[in-house]
């Protein structure tokens, strides 16, 4: 028998955010170097521009290792077996996927992420491990029949000015 994949160990992700037309970049991060237990995670949330387009990039770090473990580059190797969720509370924010897995399915270390009116909310990013990409609206970006192991789940608040 395979011995059972262990999830990665993720103690910072950081999802960073460019205006399309210009503009200052945006960034969410959450950082996690004790795990879960001992002191309380830093979450950093920052402010969104109504009516924007941005290009957004995840990074994904083991900071408990020295020197830091680059998981985002692991995500992108085994991309069949990872599939980054975005769950965003607000109707004024919508959030596409433009990288996928080397079948065609979607990956989410890079999205495009538009807002509309001014408002504020909540935006949940979960990446799943071994979810089932042919599970109905997983390619959407659908986490409910994803299944998988979540190896990370953050969520930010989102303000919209």
């Known amino acids: 028998p395979e011995p059972p994949v262990e999830p990665e160990v993720i103690t910072t992700l950081t999802y960073t955010l460019t205006p399309t037309g210009g503009g200052d970049t945006v ?3 959450f950082e996690d170097l004790d795990g879960d237990g001992g002191n309380e995670p830093i979450v950093t949330n920052d402010t969104l521009m109504a009516n924007q387009t941005y290009t957004g990039v ?8 020295d020197p830091a473990e680059n998981i985002t580059e692991e995500v992108s190797e085994e991309d069949l077996e990872h599939q980054l969720f975005f769950e965003s509370s607000s109707s004024d924010i919508s959030i596409s996927y433009t990288d996928e897995d080397s079948e065609g399915n979607p990956l ?21 491990h071994e979810p089932n990409k ?6 959407s970006g659908e986490i409910t029949n994803a299944g998988g192991e979540t190896d990370i789940e953050v969520t930010f608040d989102i303000n919209v000015q």
Do not use: C, D
């Not at 042919?134 to 390619?139: H, L, N, P, Y």
């Open 27 to 29: 960034v969410f991060s």
């Open 58 to 65: 995840i990074s994904l770090l083991n900071e408990a290792e």
């Open 108 to 128: 989410g270390i890079a999205t495009n992420l538009s807002t509309s009116e001014a408002g504020s909310g909540t935006l949940k990013i979960t990446l799943r």
């Open 134 to 139: 042919s599970a109905e609206g997983v390619s």
